[in-house]
């Protein structure tokens, strides 16, 4: 079941996702302070078994902390988070979201979900870091928590 964390934030789920990212090797030192637009946890009971977010950058947006449990991969819980993320976007009248990747890029493009016309498909198109709007270029995520080698994406929604 897919459910928001609130603004003011559950605690112990904030400390679970916290503990999850950690595990699977992503950033974690801004997590408490980032600007999320939406925080998403996909929970079977008491155990999150995956979570992503939307950070607010000014006036883009970037993907970021999308994580699946490792028993759980291949179950399609991050690309069903994603697509309510994407939605939670389009509600809130964004037209384009960013985000970083180090070793996902064919995941992000779609390439691992099927068929390009699936419905599934995540779309996302790789861009020149250099193409980065400033307020992407200005969060912690793109200055300094991943590295110069981590490729740019974007997606119209």
């Known amino acids: 079941m897919i459910s928001e964390i609130s603004k003011t934030g559950d605690k112990a789920q904030l400390v679970a996702v916290g503990r ?6 992503l950033p974690v030192s801004d997590f408490h302070q980032v600007d999320w637009l939406a925080l998403l946890v996909w929970t079977d009971g008491d155990n999150i078994l995956g979570a992503g977010g939307i950070q607010r ?14 028993d759980y991969q291949g179950h399609g819980i ?7 993320l994407h939605t939670i976007a389009q509600d809130n009248h964004y ?20 068929s390009k016309s699936s419905k599934n498909t995540l779309d996302y198109q790789s861009i020149e870091r250099e193409y980065a709007p ?6 912690s995520q793109f200055s300094e928590l991943c590295p110069a080698s981590a490729v740019l994406m974007k997606k119209q929604l």
Request: with cysteine.
């Open 20 to 25: 999850l990212l950690k595990r699977e090797g």
């Open 57 to 70: 950058c000014g006036d883009s947006i970037l993907l970021r902390s999308i994580v699946t449990d490792r």
């Open 78 to 84: 991050a690309s069903k988070l994603i697509g309510r």
């Open 95 to 114: 037209e384009e979201i960013y985000l970083l990747t180090t070793d996902a890029e064919n995941y992000f493009k779609g390439e691992l979900l099927g």
């Open 134 to 139: 400033l307020s992407i270029v200005h969060s």
